[in-house]
């Protein structure tokens, strides 16, 4: 979870259980970070700059 935690930090929102709507825990106290684990489930979900190969 530390990659979740750090992201939604960061400022990554996430849909709210109850209402779906964006829960943002932004931290401004954070100036930068670099997400070396970061969640998501990749493939078809990234969006095509994301997913082509550097």
């Given at each position: 979870m530390g990659g979740q935690t750090v992201g939604m930090l960061l400022g990554a929102g996430l849909?709210?259980?109850?209402?779906?709507?964006t829960v943002?825990?932004?931290d401004d106290r954070i100036k930068a970070g670099i997400l070396l684990a970061a969640p998501?489930?990749?493939?078809?979900?990234?969006?095509?700059?994301?997913?082509?190969?550097?």
């Open positions: 849909p709210g259980p109850e209402t779906g709507e943002n825990l932004l998501g489930r990749g493939g078809t979900d990234l969006k095509p700059e994301t997913a082509k190969p550097k």
